[in-house]
């Protein structure tokens, strides 16, 4: 394989296999001999393009990130003009124009009295420990020391950093670190949250309408307002992991929005910065801020060296201002439709797709045998599936076998097209999925 490329990418790929060590990565297989990793290289809108000038579709959004598309002029600009400032300041004792205007922008999004506190850090998962850590320290400070537990969701997903892999109910990620962080009880469904004794809660933990890493599964339609309802009566903390279904993915600026729910915590990252910059926010209520307040011990002690970082503040604001520019929310609305309507008609086509999972933009297509059971896990479909579509230039990857597809909110109808069709051709060229016509 390496022959056969050019001179650079054959230098990069070396390098990487001699020396990287790639998240979520089976490296064995990585630094074989035979595999064909892509060197990706440049990206424009929704396309990006390999170091053999070879064009995909970008399906999942380079890992749910992006949202307005590739090298778009405004974020770029607006990160140039910031860098032509200052690359980086201290949020620690100081302050810029972009991180107060930035947390002020995120703020106006929910009514008044509600969210008006905005932490921030570098991710997902510091932005789900930033909102733990206040929980259990709001706690201490209101004379209530013995709700320091959490509820989590079984199969959620909520980070990797050591709190928050406790909430992770996901066996294959967390098994190894269970019982090193917070006291956590997993549930399945609300009625199982009943159940417990909520004086011994913190909070509980929900990625709101859908789950990602648990191959996309929807939650049914009024379940997060009844989980409002249940936190205000038992004084849970409602803590909403919006990481992946924040900024437009559902077809709303937050998932929350679409149940009227305001959470006490709103965790927000990947698509905060238009998927240009690492960067993450908690938002959090005057009730939970004024706990922090008074003597220097009950100060919230914890910190990034790259908290508010001005060039990921600019990328945030810039991203932001294209939403209003480009009316992105306006626009999805058709565009969700056509997804729907593409994927019924991917699913009538090959009898391997055993169910179809869209909230908004964000959609599962989860496959098995033609009988309904699933594939023995040696055989890893989904994989295939991703590697062969890789071909007809669509890159996107799987959650065991279920199919990703979440686009940025920038494609077209016709891109949609295009990667219904590259799946479409990936289906038909494997023979053990081709249906008997």
């Known amino acids: 394989m390496l022959a056969a ?25 990585w630094c074989a001999a035979e595999h064909d990793p892509l060197v990706l290289t440049h990206g424009q809108g929704a396309w990006l393009w390999d170091s053999e000038g070879r064009r995909y579709l970008d399906g999942n959004s380079s890992i749910w990130t992006n949202i307005h598309g590739h090298a778009h002029p405004v974020i770029t600009a607006a990160i140039r003009d910031q860098l032509e400032k200052s690359a980086h300041t201290s949020f620690l004792g100081f302050t810029h124009p972009g991180a107060a205007e930035l947390a002020s922008r995120l703020c106006g999004f929910f009514p008044d009295h509600t969210l008006e506190r905005v932490f921030f850090s570098d991710d997902g998962s510091t932005a789900v420990e930033c909102a733990l850590k206040m929980a259990v320290q709001y706690r201490m400070q209101t004379g209530e020391p013995a709700r320091n ?48 004794d909520p004086k011994t809660l913190a909070g509980v933990v929900i990625e709101p309408l859908i789950q990602g890493v648990n191959e996309m599964r929807p939650w049914p339609a009024g379940m997060l307002a009844e989980l409002r309802a249940w936190c ?20 709303k600026m937050f998932a929350c929005q679409h149940e009227n729910v305001i959470p006490d915590f709103l965790c927000l990252a990947k698509g905060l910065t238009g998927g240009y910059l690492p960067m993450a926010a908690t938002m959090t209520t005057r009730r939970v801020y004024e706990a922090f ?30 939403f209003d520019q480009e009316q992105t929310l306006a626009r999805l609305p058709v565009k969700i439709e056509h997804l729907r309507a593409g994927l019924a008609t ?23 045998q033609p009988c309904g059971t ?49 799946l479409d051709s990936a289906f038909l060229q494997i023979p053990a999925l081709t249906p008997t016509r």
């Open 293 to 322: 307040l008074g003597s220097p011990e009950r100060a919230f002690y914890y910190g990034h060296s790259y908290t508010a970082n001005p060039a990921g503040c600019a990328a945030a604001l810039a991203s932001l201002d294209v």
């Open 5 to 29: 490329m050019r001179d650079d990418t054959r230098r990069w790929i070396q390098a990487d296999q001699a020396h990287c060590w790639h998240p979520f990565t089976r490296q064995g297989e």
């Open 232 to 251: 205000d009566q038992t004084g849970v903390h409602l803590i909403l992991d919006e990481v992946m279904t924040g900024f437009g993915r559902t077809g």
């Open 346 to 368: 991917l699913k009538a086509a090959h009898p391997i797709i055993h169910d179809i999972r869209q909230c908004g933009f964000i959609a599962g297509i989860e496959l098995r």
């Open 374 to 422: 699933r594939f023995p896990a040696e055989s890893r479909v989904g994989e295939t599936v991703c590697m062969v579509a890789r071909a007809h230039g669509l890159l996107t990857r799987p959650i065991l076998d279920t199919i990703v597809l979440m686009p940025t909110l920038c494609v077209t109808i016709d891109e949609l097209d295009h990667a219904l069709s590259a």
């Open 149 to 196: 537990g959490f509820a989590a969701f079984s199969n959620g997903y909520h980070g990797d950093t050591l709190g928050a892999a406790s909430l992770g109910g996901v066996g294959r990620f967390f098994e190894k670190f269970k019982g090193n962080g917070y006291p956590v009880t997993h549930v399945g469904l609300l009625d199982d949250l009943r159940a417990l």
